[in-house]
């Protein structure tokens, strides 16, 4: 069993920059591909961005290519994503989850799921 915390989340600016945690538990963290996806009010989660087991392998949503990066410390069960360059259309709840698949960008191949974490960029 894995359980997932985010954390990091804000109000910021367009054009500004966070920086997202998720912090895992368990001793298994480094068997799992991790993932970021968002959800915006009234719509669909959708897919961010994911990293490979020992972090060798990126994917990323078009709309993230660019701006946001995906990173994961296996010694300290902990997966950041970095954005940057904001912009008011990434507003969302970001959550953070865990897929033993490369299905990377289908939000049911993940088992475990963060409770979320909000960002809201201002224009």
Not at 18 to 27: E, V
Not at 49 to 65: H, K, L, P, Q, V
């Amino acid at each position: 069993q894995v359980q997932l915390v985010e954390s990091g989340g804000g109000l910021v600016q367009a054009g500004g920059s966070l920086i997202l945690s998720c912090a895992a538990s368990g001793r298994t963290f480094s068997t799992y591909v991790m993932g970021w996806f968002r959800q915006a009010p009234g719509k669909e989660r959708e897919f961010v961005a994911a990293i490979t087991w020992s972090g060798g392998g990126t994917y990323y949503a078009d709309s993230a290519m660019g701006r946001f990066a995906i990173l994961r410390d296996n010694p300290k069960n902990m997966v950041y994503l970095q954005m940057n360059s904001l912009k008011p259309e990434d507003t969302g709840v970001y959550y953070c989850a865990a897929s033993r698949t490369l299905r990377t960008h289908d939000p049911s191949a993940y088992e475990h799921w963060g409770q979320g974490t909000q960002v809201t960029v201002s224009s």
